[in-house]
């Protein structure tokens, strides 16, 4: 970034002074003269904002999906997407969706425009939030709603409950993201912004998200499938490594912080040197990759106890 040129800091300095030099001789004549400068009268306060008015509705829903099914995810602006992994063949999807108006009426109103809707067929089911940040969708369906409506406070959050080894695919905004006990491909872009937790012990997993602070926590001793890339543009990420973990693990920090190292078991791979920002890995007889990057923020390597 190029530095202001000096001629600029002159103007703004000389600019300050003016104003200060404007105001200065009224209030010099009047404390010379023993005269008591008037105090000028208080600016009427505007009447406080009545508080918004908020109402939480929950809705429930569940949908088969066969083996080998893929579950997408489409989440709010605002709002956290919590995925569990289970044993039946089924999707259950919880939603809280909260919403805030000035009145009842336009409550009703805005909650029935920023909700969500479920598509689904054999293998493959869809959440999607449908919500007044779409232009698109607000044009068409809040036509002659107030201007200052759809500037009003929501925010859904998601939990689902999916088959363990299904196709997993989110798009969230900002808020928590919590993943468990999923081993099929994962795909993942998320606002982030709160902290977010991935315990995970395998699958083929790629991950974006824009703001941590991120857990990755691995229970297992080794990582079932592929492996995971996850890539944090800004926020701390610490990776959490069972006793006798065996896998690569790759892990580097673009611009400012560090990578930290504190399990024991990781050493560097062959013709690799780690530095402050870098480290290629090998612990134990190695295996899948685990590969990290952070724009801005501390990348930690640390054991736990896989009990944890």
Same mark, same amino acid.
């Given at each position: ?9 002159? #103007? ?28 000028? /009268? ?11 008015? /908020? ?33 039946? !063949? ?15 009426? *336009?409550?009703? #109103? ?9 598509? !689904? ?6 959440? +999607? ?13 809040? #036509? ?7 500037? +009003? ?13 299904? !196709? ?20 993942? *872009? ?24 991120? #857990? ?79 724009? !801005? ?12």
């Amino acid at each position: 970034m190029k530095s202001t040129p000096p001629k600029i800091h002159a #103007r703004a300095l000389l600019f300050a002074l003016a104003v200060v030099s404007a105001a200065a001789p009224a209030h010099f004549a009047s404390t010379q003269s023993g005269r008591q400068p008037k105090e000028a /009268k208080p600016a009427p306060q505007a009447a406080p904002a009545a508080p918004l008015l /908020k109402r939480t509705t929950t809705r429930r829903e569940v949908r088969r999906l066969g083996y080998g099914g893929s579950v997408t995810v489409y989440g709010a602006p605002e709002g956290s997407v919590t995925v569990e992994g289970w044993s039946r !063949d089924e999707v259950e999807i919880t939603a809280e969706v909260e919403q805030s108006a000035d009145t009842e009426e *336009n409550l009703t #109103r805005l909650a029935a425009l920023n909700t969500f809707a479920i598509d !689904d067929d054999v293998n493959h089911v869809r959440v +999607m939030t449908a919500g007044l940040h779409d232009r698109k969708y607000a044009k068409r369906a809040a #036509r002659g709603l107030p201007k200052h409506l759809p500037g +009003m406070p929501w925010r859904i959050d998601y939990r689902l409950k999916v088959p363990a080894a299904v !196709d997993l695919e989110i798009n969230a905004g900002r808020g928590a993201l919590v993943i468990s006990g999923v081993e099929g491909g994962l795909r993942i *872009n998320a606002g982030g912004g709160a902290e977010s937790l991935f315990a995970l012990a395998g699958g083929d997993v790629e991950a974006t998200l824009a703001a941590g602070p991120v #857990r990755v926590r691995v229970p297992t001793r080794s990582w079932r499938g592929r492996g995971l890339r996850l890539r944090l543009a800004s926020g701390d990420l610490t990776l959490e490594l069972p006793p006798g973990f065996s896998g690569d693990v790759d892990a580097e920090v673009l611009r400012a912080g560090r990578v930290e190292n504190t399990f024991a078991g990781l050493a560097p791979r062959e013709r690799t040197k780690p530095t402050e920002r870098s480290l290629q890995g090998r612990a134990g007889q190695g295996g899948a990759t685990l590969s990290f990057t952070v724009g !801005d923020g501390t990348l930690s390597i640390k054991q736990v106890d896989s009990r944890q």
